[in-house]
Nanobody, 121 residues
Framework: VQLQASGGGLVQTGGSLRLSCAAS????????IGWFRQAPGYEREGVACISGGGDITHYADSVKGRFTISRDNAKNTLYLQMNNLKPEDTAVYYCTTMSLCIYVHAGWEFWGLGTQVTVSS
């Protein structure tokens, strides 16, 4: 399993970013997949997940209404559209395969290098 997140950067409060995750070496559309994040000194926090077919999504309460997860199975790519960003969204974001997309805060299986998102106040 290989997962490579990209698209992070520095943005002001209220700004937007779109993260991408390129997946390879596994059957992408057979797997639920999601995002978690980790800020320095904090535990990992689930952000969102999406089922293999893309018909089921779940979000952490902290990002609901601001973030949108999606996937393009033809391109083996996962996305996270992040709008109305806040300083507390600052973290390294990782894409991860998941056993099931039921609960965003657990079930992470494999992940790769993350991408840094920094939101300035």
């Amino acid at each position: 399993v290989q997962l490579q997140a990209s698209g992070g950067g520095l943005v002001q409060t209220g700004g937007s970013l779109r993260l991408s995750c390129a997946a390879s070496n596994f059957t992408f559309d057979d797997h639920a997949i999601g995002w978690f994040r980790q800020a320095p000194g904090y535990e990992r926090e689930g952000v969102a997940c999406i089922s293999g077919g893309g018909d089921i999504t779940h979000y952490a309460d902290s990002v609901k209404g601001r973030f949108t997860i999606s996937r393009d199975n033809a391109k083996n790519t996962l996305y996270l559209q992040m709008n109305n960003l806040k300083p507390e969204d600052t973290a390294v974001y990782y894409c991860t395969t998941m056993s099931l997309c039921i609960y965003v805060h657990a079930g992470w299986e494999f992940w790769g290098l993350g991408t840094q998102v920094t939101v300035s106040s």
